[in-house]
């Protein structure tokens, strides 16, 4: 794994190894930032735009990305070993078709 992940993440995607079909299918559809989050990050964003925002708010504004970025490594490399073990992946690259 990439020595430029903190350790947090880099022992979270070592472990979805060992995680059943089941549990990586969980994993690449749940891992998304929760719609309040993405919400109030959209927000933040546009008020970045407009006026600049706090140190409080650019640090709220980091922290949801970094969930966002976690969740989106989480469920990339749950789909990558979903593919690995020969399962149709399409569903989950293109929800239209499910």
Request: charged letters at 30%; hydrophobic letters at 45%.
């Amino acid at each position: 794994m990439d020595a430029s992940l903190p350790v947090e993440i880099e022992d979270l995607i070592d472990s979805l190894d060992a995680r059943s079909d089941d549990d990586l299918w969980q994993m690449a559809q749940a891992s998304r930032l929760s719609p309040a989050a993405a919400t109030h990050l959209e927000e933040l964003n546009l008020k970045r735009q407009r006026e600049g925002l706090t140190g409080d708010e650019q640090r709220m504004v980091a922290a949801l990305v970094h969930q966002y970025e976690r969740a989106m490594l989480v469920r990339a490399e749950a789909i990558v070993r979903l593919k690995e073990r020969g399962q149709d992946v399409a569903p989950l690259l293109n929800p239209n078709m499910a």
